[in-house]
């Protein structure tokens, strides 16, 4: 009778062993997306699986001192009772505990977390407050060293990524609309250096032009706001708006200079986050920033067009020209514009161009060779044979790379 007693206790330790494992997993892989929906339609087991999840660290606690006692206890009981076979028992009760009381349930519980858990939330409160006055004495000891942890978002990036490529992959979300989504996470992670119009492309205006100067600059570049300099470029005094033109067009004989009509400049660093300029854009409902680098002088300018671009891809204004940086002359020849990012070119072409402290394949010829170089001059690197086609005496504007096939 003893034996029976014994061997159904050491059955049952490894239930709770096996039902605390699946617990501490399911909890942890629950949808809470869905679980808050069944809070707001009060759901009580999801609100009560909600509170719990609001103590997080002390449940996941509960649940390891759950799976200790019960494995401890297991053991013990099964070593006295076998004494004689000590090795042999402790061998096949580890192999026991790894599958029944971990493996097998910890994998049942991931694949159906959310109905599992709210169809046991009542057994599993129960055994976590059955377990609380050890939690307490444990959290006591730990939480002054390593404090509480604050409460979080419902989902982090990772959650929420990958709830995106889920239903992407199974036909709830489009294509285009994932890629969108997945551009407005990485947002937090791209720095305004990467998105901006470098200082060499700005198109400026003097502060003593004159309104014919203004109107035909505007006129030629079809932009709607345009910097305005003080002597040098590095001395960005305000934006010229073309809406405050608009009762001088047609008119270039007034004499009026740009700077009796600019706006105060916003400025940034370059490394600031393109997401906080975002939020920055809209709370000073403004379209234009003017970026500087460390040391104060002008790194370029960043438009609410270039932060809608990481988004949305390319826009266009009706009357733009559209023409592709990247184009491709033959099988293994492509013409690149030279201030085409690496990163880019290695997506699109299929190359595998190193990343340094250059951003650019301009940047990247330069600094393996140290100089501006003239046109039709030929840098090599490995399979690659790299052709200047169109330069100044400042940059690389334009480069042909020949790809030999190995």
Known sequence: MELWLSLIVVIACIAIAGFSSGAEIGFLSINKVRLKNLVEKGNHRAIIATKLIDNLPRFLIGMLIGI????????CITTALLERWAIWVEIGLTIIIVLFAEIIPKTIFRHHSTRLVLALVYIIRAWYYFLVPIVNLIAMVIEPVIGKKKKGPLLSRED??????????????????????????????????????????????????DMNEILTVFSQHHYSRIPVYDETIDNIIGILY????????????????????????????????????????????????????????????????????????????????IDSPIKQKDKNTFLIDGYVGIEMINETVGLNIPEGDFETISGFIMERLGKIPLIGEVITYKNLKITIIEATEKTIERVEVEVNKC
């Open 242 to 321: 073309i809406k405050d033109l608009l009762n001088f067009w047609g008119k270039a004989d007034v004499w009026i200079s740009a700077v009796e009509l600019i706006r105060f400049p916003y400025f940034i660093p370059a490394t600031k986050r393109v997401d906080d300029l975002l939020e920055e854009f809209q709370k000073k409902k403004i379209q234009i920033a003017i970026v500087v680098d460390e040391y104060g002088g002008i790194d370029g300018l960043v438009t609410m067009e270039d932060v809608l671009e990481e988004i949305v891809g390319e826009i266009h204004d009706e009357y733009e020209t």
């Open 160 to 209: 929420f990524r990958f709830l995106i490529e889920e239903g992407e992959e199974h036909g709830a979300i489009e294509e285009e609309t994932e890629e969108m989504i997945g551009d407005v996470l990485e947002l937090s992670e791209t720095r305004i250096r990467e998105v901006m119009t470098p200082r060499i492309d700005m198109i400026c205006l003097s502060a003593e032009a």
């Open 68 to 75: 200790n006692i019960a494995i401890i206890t297991a053991s």
